[in-house]
T-cell receptor, first 113, second 111 residues
Framework: EAQVTQNPRYLITVTGKKLTVTCSQNMNHEYMSWYRQDPGLGLRQIYYSMNVEVTDKGDVPEGYKVSRKEKRNFPLILESPSPNQTSLYFC????????????FGPGTRLTVT | RKEVEQDPGPFNVPEGATVAFNCTYSNSASQSFFWYRQDCRKEPKLLMSVYSSGNEDGRFTAQLNRASQYISLLIRDSKLSDSATYLCVVLDSGGYQKVTFGIGTKLQVIP
């Protein structure tokens, strides 16, 4: 089954404790992206990757890191989480091209206290 | 001005009604447009792409108006299962594939 998986699905952590949210896709997609979704603000792109070893900042990259060492994986790293990073996070992947469909993971609900 | 604007609603409509949403975008060079559907705090899923010539899929019709820089989604004969948030998505192609989501329009279909 074609899918994007994220782990963990729910996480409560404390300020400053490094964490990683994993994202994996089995569709051989080149393009992967991370979003956060907050009430009243919609989905905002954090980072994206157009292929292995190619990553770039989206609209809200501050406080986040990513890596793309393999095509299927695109982890999101919070080196020192802060309460303003409490949010719902989605990973997505798609083929390259002018018209494309993004496939989203189920989301990770992160709370930083 | 926001890059992509949508009326957040909610739009409360009776079953069987026809409802339309608009979404305006600010970048005249935007290339591709989509409507996604999102059920309560679940992942967004593609509903339909929006082509210059319009696009129809069953009860759903999407239109693009480049001159006025907006896209629209029309839902005919609304069903209870259509209750969801509808996200407008704009893609600026090129070396930087910037994807911008609207905040979404919430639709509640009432029996």
């Amino acid at each position: 089954e074609a899918q994007v998986t994220q782990n963990p699905r729910y996480l409560i952590t404390v300020t400053g404790k490094k964490l990683t949210v994993t994202c994996s896709q089995n569709m051989n997609h080149e393009y992967m992206s991370w979003y956060r979704q907050d009430p009243g603000l919609g989905l905002r792109q954090i980072y994206y990757s157009m292929n292995v070893e190619v990553t770039d900042k989206g609209d809200v990259p501050e406080g986040y890191k990513v890596s793309r060492k393999e095509k299927r994986n695109f982890p999101l790293i919070l080196e020192s989480p802060s309460p303003n990073q409490t949010s719902l996070y989605f990973c997505a992947s798609s083929r390259q091209g002018t018209f494309y469909e993004q496939y989203f993971g189920p989301g990770t609900r992160l709370t930083v206290t | 001005r926001k890059e992509v604007e949508q009326d957040p609603g909610p739009f409360n409509v009776p079953e069987g009604a026809t409802v339309a949403f608009n979404c305006t975008y600010s970048n005249s060079a935007s290339q591709s447009f989509f409507w996604y559907r999102q059920d309560c705090r679940k992942e967004p899923k593609l509903l339909m792409s929006v082509y210059s010539s319009g696009n129809e899929d069953g009860r759903f019709t999407a239109q693009l108006n480049r001159a006025s820089q907006y896209i629209s989604l029309l839902i005919r004969d609304s069903k209870l299962s259509d209750s969801a948030t509808y996200l407008c998505v704009v893609l600026d192609s090129g070396g930087y594939q910037k994807v911008t989501f609207g905040i979404g329009t919430k639709l509640q279909v009432i029996p």
